[in-house]
């Protein structure tokens, strides 16, 4: 076993420092995130409704964006998506769109 020093480990692949994997090859379309936005908002329906507002807030923050031509209101959307996080049950679809959106977004 080596006992070379491969300064600060992080991530799930524990690439050292200043080395990992960027998968994200910039922000997905903006249409791919108001799809993704509005599945998110259906399984809420279903499975947590009291969430539903923030998935709301979120479709709100895109059609914004689509409408006016300037980025997505990150801080709204991830206001919105850190209180699905904590609400939605593990292993729901709405986790798992949760996840793809802060993943596309670099939250």
Not at 18 to 45: K, Q
Not at 61 to 66: K, L, P, T
Request: with cysteine.
């Amino acid at each position: 076993m080596s006992t070379y020093d491969y300064g600060h480990l992080n991530g799930p692949g524990q690439y050292g420092e200043f080395v990992g994997l960027d998968l994200t090859h910039g922000t997905p379309p903006l249409e791919a995130l108001i799809a993704v936005s509005a599945r998110l908002t259906e399984a809420l329906r279903r499975e947590c409704p009291g969430l539903v507002r923030q998935g709301q807030i979120i479709e709100a923050a895109f059609a914004e964006s689509a409408d006016d031509g300037l980025p997505p209101n990150r801080g709204r959307i991830r206001s919105a998506l850190d209180d699905i996080c904590i609400g939605a049950s593990a292993g729901t679809a709405s986790l798992a769109y949760t996840r793809q959106l802060v993943q596309a977004l670099g939250l």
